[in-house]
């Protein structure tokens, strides 16, 4: 089985469309990506980008819940110390109820320095916030209600899932894998080293607790799909180039490990193109990459990488839909976690 992954974080860079454009063209591709097969729809958190990362993922994730049908609708990373977790669970709610239900979280402790500071916080405080935060979010979840200072608070509205979405915790290194085991639904790390997921195992047999599904990132990162790659790079590369850049910038100041590698801005797409973050696929190379990912690893796309043309991103879906997936069994949606019950050993 293939799990189609759609990844959209709505980078509008000045070389790309404006946001204005962007936004409605992602809930058109959502629906026609879902009405195509697609297994989930994956959304992602950063604020005061240069290229303006969307910094509402929950706000979004109802938008292409109300265009959609099938498709689970994950929030990855949703960065649970910028916010307050009464107020995640009421948006989370909303966003499970329009949808029908077909929301999953992940919740990630943050990494990028300024966003701390955006909000009058200090990132090397992110590990605390989220262990306060996370307890809170899950208790408003599944009860309906929150204790804070010795008052019981009711939280509405209660979402369509029962008892509540899935709620993983993701990251990349051992600390991440352990607060998964003592706090979380699952695990989803940011890395596919085997080695964190054994962390987040054994940590689980430590307490007595059945480990909860684990999920990885596919390799590549990004897939695009193309009769002719060397002609879709001149799209693919300069945008991809784009993106990189932005996290080298984001990690150069971060406690948080960089996957997107050391040093300064790169200044050449054919590094991009060796890199192995992204690819451009012929079909058939497509077909044969998909079929030998493990059960646990998505074969991802993201079509509107920040910058490239809509023509070409449309262009590279048709091809995706007539030449790829008629010969992919592609697996069916259902939740990313199974739940946790509040009672379960957490110390």
């Not at 990844?7 to 070389?15: G, T, Y």
């Not at 799909?225 to 002609?231: H, Q």
Request: charged share 25%; net charge negative; hydrophobic share 40%.
């Amino acid at each position: 089985m293939t799990h189609l992954r759609v990844h959209f974080d709505l980078r509008a860079p000045e070389s790309g469309i404006p946001a204005r454009e962007l936004y409605p063209l992602a809930l058109e591709q959502a629906a026609w990506l879902d009405n195509a097969g697609a297994t989930s729809i994956m959304l992602s958190e950063h604020h005061g980008s240069d290229d303006q990362n969307c910094p509402s993922p929950l706000t979004l994730a109802a938008a292409i819940g109300a265009v959609t049908e099938r498709c689970r609708i994950l929030v990855s990373a949703l960065l649970l110390p910028l916010h307050d977790p009464v107020r995640v669970a009421e948006d989370a709610a909303v966003a499970d109820l329009v949808s029908g239900g077909r929301l999953d979280l992940v919740v990630g402790v943050g990494y990028v320095r300024s966003e701390f500071e955006l909000f009058g916080l200090t990132i090397e405080d992110r590990a605390r916030l989220l262990e306060k935060k996370l307890p809170l979010l899950l208790e408003a979840m599944t009860t309906g209600t929150v204790t804070r200072g010795g008052t019981t608070y009711q939280v509405t509205p209660r979402p369509a899932q029962k008892p509540r979405p899935s709620v993983l915790v993701g990251g990349s290194v051992a600390a991440s894998a352990r607060r998964a085991a003592r706090l979380a639904d699952g695990f989803f790390p940011a890395v596919s080293d085997p080695s964190v997921i054994e962390v987040y195992r054994a940590e689980c047999a430590r307490l007595g607790y059945e480990p909860g599904p684990v999920h990885r990132g596919g390799r590549p990162r990004f897939v695009f799909v193309s009769e002719d790659p060397d002609r879709a790079w001149q799209h693919v590369g300069p945008a991809a180039l784009g993106e990189i850049n932005i996290h080298r910038r984001w990690t150069a100041d971060s406690p948080a490990q960089n996957s997107y590698g050391e040093g300064g801005a790169l200044t050449d797409w054919e590094v991009v193109r060796k890199g192995g973050q992204y690819a451009v696929l012929t079909p058939a190379e497509c077909i044969e990459l998909a079929r030998g990912l493990d059960d646990d690893m998505p074969l991802t796309i993201k079509p509107l990488l920040g910058g490239v043309d809509p023509d070409f991103s449309w262009e590279c879906l048709e091809v995706l839909k007539s030449q790829v997936l008629p010969h992919l069994d592609l697996d069916q949606p259902k939740p990313f976690g199974r739940i946790r019950p509040l009672d379960v050993e957490r110390a």
